[in-house]
């Protein structure tokens, strides 16, 4: 794949829901590309279609029509070990409410994923105490959640989402449960690995944290209505 080569490539990508005799179409005919180290925003109304996109490009569903490549594997073709594994070893996922192990230390919280994957490092302590690091809590690795402040706790999370050294990361309203100051904070670090090359798309309501998106998608009834790049 060159550098030039998207990512991530929608093509026509639709999804239906079949909720008792109704049909929802969440998504209807999405054309879009996702580069390599581009940071996205996609913002919309409740049942715009974003959460139903994000699901598909973390390969926790399929589409019902078009095509959907992450990296150059088209996800329909794909059987479920190996949607597993491409979620594994190429996407990162973070959400508003973090979903630590309330019981765990923030090392064995980020070590969770490394224990299923296929090619593991070979010193899983040592690349979770890394990933750590990299968020600047090498001095909370023995603390549990309880122990540590909301946007500690989201940074616990961001080095899960790191350990598997994936090219694409997926924040759910990352900071919907943090203070502003908090929230910035958390935003310059995905700023920041986005500029190590890493994907970055998050779903967000708040016009400040779309504001560091290199790019703005909006959503309305399945369909893009604005896609917005930063100019320069």
Known sequence: ???TTPLISCRDVTKTYIMGTQKVHALRGVDLTF????????????????STLMNL????????????????NNLA????????DLRNETIGFIFQQFNLLGRSTALTNVKLPLRYSRKPPIDI?????????????GDRMDHRPMQLSGGQQQRVAIARALSGSPSIILADEPTGALDTKTSE?????????????ITVIIVTHEQE???????????????????????A
């Open 1 to 3: 794949m060159t550098e």
């Open 35 to 50: 580069n390599r180290g581009e940071m996205t925003a996609i913002m919309g109304p409740s049942g715009s279609g974003k």
């Open 57 to 72: 490009i973390g390969a926790l569903d399929v589409p019902s029509s078009g095509e959907l490549e992450i990296n150059g």
């Open 77 to 84: 073709t794909l059987k479920s070990n190996d949607l597993a």
């Open 125 to 137: 302590d040592a690349r979770a105490a890394e990933c750590l690091e990299m968020v600047g809590l």
């Open 185 to 197: 904070d958390i935003m310059d670090l995905l700023t920041g690995l986005s500029g190590q090359g």
């Open 209 to 231: 944290v779309a504001d560091y998106a290199d790019r703005k998608i909006h959503f309305r009834d399945g369909q893009i209505e604005r896609d917005e790049r930063a100019t």
